[in-house]
């Protein structure tokens, strides 16, 4: 009997995160409940050993969630650019595909817009403003090599 990884053969099809997605979206709801049991027992834990671990996995669990929402988003985006070619190209046009520094362009644009609605968007340039300036200082040559 052979032995075959699924990640790497052939027979088990190609991945496709929408299809993945819609066949493990029941995992989402047993994650919520665990990250609510994990904040339950955070208030009632004393022993600070067993505080911080909890508060370790419960960042982490957070962490995975806005990693995962943010895939999302993007897959999302990426679809509907893939609709609007799919429109232009039955109206009869000629289809344009957008490099990746438009791309980026557009995300750092829907973040700042984002950003201003929640009202975040002073705290993040104020942040974004300070490394730029320690970078900068690290850049600069310091006055003992002068």
């Known amino acids: ?71 999302q988003k993007l897959r999302e985006r990426e679809l509907s650019l893939k609709r609007q070619q799919r429109e232009l190209a039955k109206q009869g046009k000629k289809p344009f595909f957008l490099k990746k520094s438009e791309k980026r362009k557009l995300e750092l644009a829907e973040k700042y817009a984002e950003l201003k609605r929640s009202g975040k968007l002073e705290s993040f340039l104020n942040k974004k403003r300070k490394r730029n300036a320690i970078k900068d200082k690290r850049r600069l040559p310091s006055q003992k090599d002068l």
Do not use: W
């Open 1 to 71: 009997q052979v032995h075959r990884d699924p990640r790497f053969d052939d027979l088990s099809g190609e991945y496709k995160p929408e299809i993945f997605m819609k066949t493990y979206s029941f995992l989402d709801s047993i994650k919520k409940q665990e990250k609510e049991i994990v904040q339950k027992q955070l208030k009632k834990c004393r022993n600070m050993e067993q505080k911080e671990k909890l508060q370790q996995l419960l960042n982490r669990m957070t962490q995975q969630e806005q990693a995962q929402q943010k895939q």
